[in-house]
């Protein structure tokens, strides 16, 4: 075809108190992987939904192929070729993976039959799937091609991918975009949103930025670095976390032999994992999801308990005691689960602020709560770490994924803990974000916190960590420090090497 396969034209999208999308208008054309860049809450995720038939514009219109495009619900947009790889996977851990992929589709075939076409499209673009395999069995990155695949089945004009790599090793980023090549060369235009930079340079051949709800550029992102893309997305210089060197202190944190059960069918239990982080140390721990970092942090936050001396605090035995002990003795954690888990979603900022600052924070007293105290609480909380909201009695659910992160990571912070563990810190978050919790972190490093930062973002946990392990299996690596490590042993260590099979590299 001639001309764009995707024209958006004046698109906009109000809700009460902010404007979502403010006339915004790009192209995207025939066999083009065209990123999509923005802070938290520039408005990429309304502006994807309006693509995929999930949200409809106020104003605006779209021309898909020559014609106009309007869809209502997702059901029009795949009819028309338009796909998508959603951050948040939406599969079902006890069905297989033909059993999934089914799901999505309008009318399918049958079981062997669809069985067979996924095992020969996941093969021809090089994302080998057994379609009788639990997903529920599968890892994260396998999960990804489940994703991936039901998309590719419906032989798309557009693929629209929010995040594609936050879950996956390096060697699986290289797998995946072999893959985006091949369905650029074979003329499929592909609409990339990642606030992973150096892959947008390598990937993506042209680049349109959001800031608060406008286009405010677009740039080649080979002909730019990674660096001028986060300031035209920020709109000012953006500043690199400074780490201030200090000798280790005395141990803080120290496993002994943990090994906990995790409660899910389809979790992973944790194996013999010893471990010490001292005063001023970060270290990072990388793995893919679903290798036990979920487990690792609920026995450090004491919903899940263990056998006395596993977990020890400041030479104080704390394996058997509970969330809100570990607590007042100065352990605070922050969960990979924004909603839900870190944050309770139909409560305000206030109340989050109180559920896990009341003691440290001295936000209760004879069983009374001070609602003004608390209020000021969240509302420095907001100030330091700069979450966009329109004021502390505001939902957590009302906030952008990026904007809870920031409040939920800087309440913890700002409760001075002894020993901090967070689980996906910087996740989903834009690159002036991320460097803010990564300055939070390596200020409380070195004020004397131990630290232990669990992250698939490998660039991340290189920026922060002093000293570097990998869950694999729900096994711990052998520690070692952090400079010098290259991602080929990074690698092998996320896989499950350990000690000379990774030196020798």
């Given amino acids: 075809m001639t001309g764009p396969l995707l024209s958006i034209r004046g698109l906009t999208k109000a809700y009460p108190g902010v404007v979502a999308n403010d006339d915004v208008s790009f192209d995207i054309q025939p066999g083009e992987v065209h990123a999509l860049l923005g802070e938290n809450g520039a408005g990429k995720s309304t502006l994807v939904k309006m693509i995929y038939g999930l949200v409809k514009p106020d104003q605006g219109e ?88 039901r998309c590719l089945l419906q032989d798309p004009k557009l693929l629209i991918m929010d995040e594609p790599t936050s879950v996956l090793t390096p060697q699986e980023v290289e797998i995946l975009f072999a893959t985006l090549r091949k369905l650029k060369d074979e003329g499929t235009s592909i609409l990339y949103i990642s606030h992973k930079l150096e892959e947008i340079r390598s990937l993506c051949d042209e680049a349109t930025i959001l800031r608060l709800g406008r286009k405010v550029g677009t740039c080649t992102p080979r002909e730019v670095t990674a660096a001028q893309m ?69 026995a450090l936050s004491g919903e899940l308990t263990c056998k006395a001396g596993m977990v020890v605090l400041d030479g104080r035995e704390i394996g058997t005691a509970g969330p809100g002990q570990r607590r007042s003795l100065g352990l605070l954690t922050a969960p990979e689960e924004r909603l839900g888990h870190a944050a309770a979603p139909d409560m305000s900022l206030t109340e989050n602020a109180l559920l896990t600052g009341a003691e440290r924070e001295g936000l209760m007293a004879n069983g009374f709560l001070k609602w003004s105290k608390a ?40 409760q001075r803990p002894e020993v901090l563990v967070v689980n996906q810190p910087t996740w989903g978050v834009d690159a002036a974000a991320a460097a803010t919790i990564r300055q939070a972190l390596l200020d409380l490093a ?7 930062v669990i992250s698939q973002d490998l660039d991340e946990l290189m920026e922060v960590s002093d000293n570097f392990g990998a869950l694999n299996e729900g096994r711990l690596s052998e520690i070692l420090p952090a400079t010098g490590l290259t991602m080929e042993q990074i690698g092998l260590m996320m896989g499950g090497a350990h000690g000379m099979e990774v030196a020798h590299v």
């Fill in 62 to 149: 779209m021309v898909l192929g020559g014609s106009a495009y309007a869809p209502g619900q997702p059901q029009e947009a795949r009819a028309r070729g338009v796909a998508m790889v959603f951050q948040h996977f939406s599969l079902f851990d006890a069905l297989n993976v033909a059993e999934n992929v089914a799901l999505g589709m309008a009318e399918p075939p049958k079981t062997n039959e669809l069985a067979e076409r996924i095992r020969t499209v996941s093969e021809q673009y090089g994302l080998p799937l057994d379609p009788w395999k639990l997903v529920g069995d599968l890892s994260a990155g396998e999960r990804q091609r489940v994703e991936i695949v």
């Fill in 446 to 452: 070195a004020g004397g916190t131990a630290v232990v």
């Fill in 230 to 298: 986060a300031e035209m997305m920020v709109g000012s210089e953006l500043h690199r976390p400074e780490r201030t060197p200090a000798a280790p202190g005395a141990v803080r944190l120290a496993l002994n032999d943990l090994s906990v059960a995790s409660p899910g069918q389809f979790g992973t239990s944790l194996k013999n994992i010893t471990l010490e982080v001292r005063a001023g140390e970060v270290l990072g721990l990388a793995g893919v999801a679903g290798n036990g970092q979920d487990e690792l942090l609920a």
């Fill in 375 to 414: 209020r000021d609480f969240a509302a420095r909380i907001i100030e330091r770490f700069d979450v966009r909201t329109p004021g502390t009695e505001t939902a957590a659910r009302a906030l952008s994924g990026g904007n809870l992160q920031k409040f939920v990571i800087g309440r913890e912070v700002m």
